[in-house]
């Protein structure tokens, strides 16, 4: 079972960083998921999904998964991009497409 390491995004709803400093060790998943018929759940038999580790660096990740024999492999971080605008500009008067209602 090979574990993932990663920085997990900023949900939608979320506008600031919280919840997105730190790193996370997730295992993948092993056996798929089935729909019980009855009652239509959603269930698995693999235990290890529902395990989640948080590290304040990759390195102690790695560090952690080494060190319990835990294969693993490592996904980079991708920095944010923040894109600036003023709401001045929406009344610009040079703008590309006219402003409407």
Known sequence: MVARIY???KTAMQSGKAKTQRWVLD???EVA????????YTSSSDMKQQIRL??????EAVAY???HGIPHRVEKARERKV???????????????????
């Open 65 to 67: 998964a080494k060190r």
């Open 7 to 9: 920085r997990p995004a």
């Open 83 to 101: 894109r600036g605008s003023a709401y001045s500009d929406n009344f610009k008067f040079n703008r590309s497409a006219p402003w409407t209602h």
């Open 54 to 59: 948080y590290f304040e660096t990759s390195e």
């Open 33 to 40: 998921k089935s729909v019980e018929p009855l009652m239509g």
């Open 27 to 29: 295992y993948e998943p």
